[in-house]
């Protein structure tokens, strides 16, 4: 969609400052301000159906009107809706979120057998891609059956991209099978580190790889799931950083914190990303890389 300003191109010398930040740094590159973009939330009602699956049933929940607020109130000027294991394929509420909100992007959950024209429609209404909420299932689906390279086949024509959430132990081979299939990948929850060894190990060493690919992206979210602190944290992104630079790395809340341990706040999500992250510049180029890929 076009916005007035699209077709401004930027002065020379312009900074670009990350809205949200915390200190409005300018960041080294051109063009107008980018707004810090969360880029993995759930948003839902409790009035939804949850899907047979699904792994617990939320006392909590996050309506799209709440959430802009939110947004406006901690200085996050775009976000992205990530598919919910707890809802299936229910994509309803998503896509009519962002058929109506032009600051949300959003990923779905289908079914490999799903329509071209479904997915064009979805694209139309601001999809992104698709997402394989894998966690916690006892038997992985098979990525060569002719129905899934049939969907990857599809998601790589859009230009969209798979989103993966999977335990760490169980990501070298699905993610080399995206990989090798063409598709854009964007790794949920750090990659699911191992909390001692962190990406020392066989699939870290698998994720870092793939990130080299320049088709893998990774989410710096739901860290306060790890039971780890935020030194430990830090040199996750770090590591994460030094193998693929900020480009390839976003920032995402994970509200509202379904499952959490403890108790969570927007605020908490926010202030972990400066604490992870310190370097402000770094975040505004996180945000810019967000901006850029599920917006532009």
């Known amino acids: 969609m076009t916005r007035p300003g699209d077709d401004v191109p930027p002065r020379s010398g312009d900074d670009v400052r990350v809205i949200g930040s915390g200190d409005d740094v300018p960041v080294n590159l051109p063009g107008a301000e980018v707004p810090l973009v969360d880029a993995h939330v759930h948003l839902f009602t409790s009035a ?13 929940d996050l309506p799209v009107g709440k959430f802009l607020t939110t947004m406006d109130e901690h200085g996050v000027g775009r976000a992205v ?22 600051r949300l992007r959003g990923t779905v ?4 057998g799903v329509d071209r024209y479904v997915l064009e429609r979805m694209r139309s209404d601001g999809v992104r891609g698709i997402r394989f909420q894998w966690r916690r299932l006892a ?22 991209h798979v989103e993966l959430n999977i335990e760490g132990e169980r990501l070298p081979p699905v993610l080399d099978r995206l990989v090798r299939s063409g598709v854009q990948v964007v790794v949920d929850h750090f990659g699911d580190p191992d909390r001692r060894a962190g990406y020392a190990g066989k699939s870290g060493a698998a994720l870092l790889r793939a990130l080299g690919s320049g088709r893998v992206w990774v989410k710096l979210s739901a860290g306060y799931r790890f039971g780890v602190g935020t030194d430990t944290l830090a040199r996750y992104a770090a590591t994460l950083l030094a193998a693929a630079g900020p480009e390839h790395l976003f920032w995402g809340s994970d509200a509202p914190f379904v499952g959490a341990r403890q108790p969570v706040t927007y605020r908490d999500a926010v202030e972990s990303f400066a ?3 310190p370097d402000a510049a770094l975040r505004g180029r996180i945000s810019q890389a967000a901006n850029t890929f599920y917006f532009d």
Request: without cysteine; charged residues 30%; aromatic residues 8%.
């Open 48 to 60: 939804l159906p949850l899907a047979a699956r699904a792994w617990t049933r939320p006392d909590v």
């Open 81 to 102: 809706i990530s598919a919910m294991s707890l809802l299936g394929d229910l994509n309803d509420y998503t896509i009519d979120a962002l058929r109506e909100h032009d």
């Open 109 to 112: 959950i289908v079914e490999p």
């Open 139 to 160: 038997e992985l689906p098979d990525l060569d059956d002719p129905a899934y390279r049939r969907l990857l086949f599809r998601v790589a024509d859009l230009g969209w």
């Open 275 to 277: 604490r992870i992250v």
